[in-house]
């Protein structure tokens, strides 16, 4: 089993559209959890980190569920711009950054 | 402020050559990540150092790689013979504390034939 699944996708869903992606981990001693975009061909960027409470960035929310050992990032309104591979990383404490295979969206007209 | 920084862009060699990519991190960062990816098999972890001392590299996959950091601010990752199986991006990344996000350089695009 990978250390860290995700949805495999992929998505594809009209302007405006929710969306949710899925991820979960296997180590319990995970620490710090993210979600980053990557774009075609580019580097992996940080679109935020996931927070035990939930949190929120405009069209964006990260939840965190310790107990099941897994995190969800929801897009709302999506955009054209949306369009990119969503990954979950998970930390464990001071230790490697384990990265999701990945889950593809394509926003569309 | 400048971001990580890795080099060359791009690589294109002959299979048996000696490859070294280079990185330098954010300042102030404390880890170093070597990633690879290809669409077969996603992002890789190759090696990470904290404070310049490599702690796993249970992802290097062979004898032919190799990774130094002889400090704070620069890396390499030297793959000698390659391969053509060696072709992928290679990713470099940093980060300050263990649960703090990494922060990935533009990578080097290595293609071996």
């Known amino acids: 089993r990978k250390e860290v699944e995700q949805d495999p996708g992929p998505f594809n869903v009209p302007e405006g559209a929710t969306v949710a992606f899925n991820c979960t981990y296997s180590n319990s001693a995970s620490q710090s959890f993210f979600w980053y975009r990557q774009d075609c061909r580019k580097e992996p960027k940080l679109l935020m980190s996931?927070?035990?409470s939930g949190n929120e960035d405009g069209r964006f929310t990260a939840q965190l569920n310790r107990a099941s050992q897994y995190i969800s990032l929801l897009i709302r309104d999506s955009k054209l711009s949306d369009s990119a591979t969503y990954l979950c990383v998970v930390n464990v404490n001071a230790g490697k950054s384990t990265f999701g295979d990945g889950t593809t969206l394509t926003v569309k007209p | 402020d400048a971001g990580v920084i890795q080099s060359p862009r791009h690589e294109v060699t002959e299979m048996g050559q000696e490859v070294t990519l280079r990185c330098k991190p954010i300042s102030g960062h404390n880890s170093l990540f070597w990633y690879r990816q290809t669409m077969m098999r996603g992002l890789e972890l190759l090696i990470y150092f904290n404070n310049n001392v490599p702690i796993d590299d249970s992802g290097m996959p062979e004898d032919r790689f190799s990774a130094k950091m002889p400090n704070a601010s620069f890396s390499t990752l030297k793959i000698q013979p390659s391969e053509p199986r060696d072709s992928a991006v290679y990713f470099c990344a940093s980060r300050t504390g263990g649960n703090s996000p990494l922060h990935f350089g533009n990578g080097t695009r290595l293609t071996v034939t």
């Open positions: 996931v927070y035990s």
